[in-house]
């Protein structure tokens, strides 16, 4: 089955430590995208990436850090320096950037305390 | 500044109805307009979407309909079943743009 698997569904940190979150898509697709939502709002790009080894900062980058160095495999980092890491993070791939058709995991809540 | 915007949080609607999501916009340049469905614990899945050249897009029970004058468009689900309650994301992009611009979604319930 092709999909996006991200892992864990549900993770909590401590305040102050970076946690890292998994996105792996067997899709084939070459640009992969991680959202971010909360309550009451819409889906918001935090980083995307459009081929391996590049990526760029979507509208809401700040204390969060991505790498590409594999075409199946986009993880985010949160960083101790995002101010409000609590949130549903979703990953996403498409076939280009620019696909209005983007295919999403199942989403991580991480919850910061 | 939010360019894409659903006013209403929640809907609810008896099965075999029409159900009717609306949805405004605020930038008149957008060159797609899509519709994505959300269920509990999943990712949201792609449903329909309607470029900006055409007022009207169908597909099964589903059709969009976009009004470029008022920027407004919205989604009509004829017959509504249970299966369609669900959270539904209007959203929109340039042709040239990277990224989708999604609204806060509406809660869709179909009532038996």
């Known amino acids: 089955d092709g999909g996006i698997t991200q892992s864990p569904k549900y993770l909590f940190r401590k305040e102050g430590q970076n946690v890292t979150l998994s996105c792996e898509q067997n899709l084939n697709h070459d640009a992969m995208y991680w959202y971010r939502q909360d309550p009451g709002q819409g889906l918001r790009l935090i980083y995307y990436s459009q081929i391996v080894n590049d990526f760029q900062k979507g509208d809401i980058a700040e204390g969060y850090s991505v790498s590409r160095e594999k075409k199946e495999s986009f993880p985010l980092t949160v960083t101790s320096a995002q101010k409000n890491p609590t949130a549903f993070y979703l990953c996403?791939?498409?076939?280009?950037?620019?696909?209005?058709?983007?295919?999403f995991g199942p989403g991580t809540r991480l919850t910061v305390t | 500044d939010q360019q894409v915007k659903q006013n209403s949080p929640s809907l609810s609607v008896q099965e075999g109805r029409i159900s009717i999501l609306n949805c405004d916009y605020t930038n008149s340049m957008f060159d797609y307009f899509l519709w994505y469905k959300k269920y509990p614990a999943e990712g949201p899945t792609f449903l329909i979407s309607i470029s900006s050249i055409k007022d009207k897009n169908e597909d099964g029970r589903f059709t969009v309909f976009l009004n470029k004058s008022a920027k407004h468009l919205s989604l009509h689900i004829v017959p509504s079943q249970p299966g369609d309650s669900a959270v539904y994301f209007c959203a929109a992009m340039y042709s040239s743009a990277s990224k989708i611009i999604f609204g806060s979604g509406t809660r869709l319930s179909i009532r038996p």
């Open positions: 996403a791939s498409s076939r280009y950037v620019g696909s209005y058709e983007q295919y």
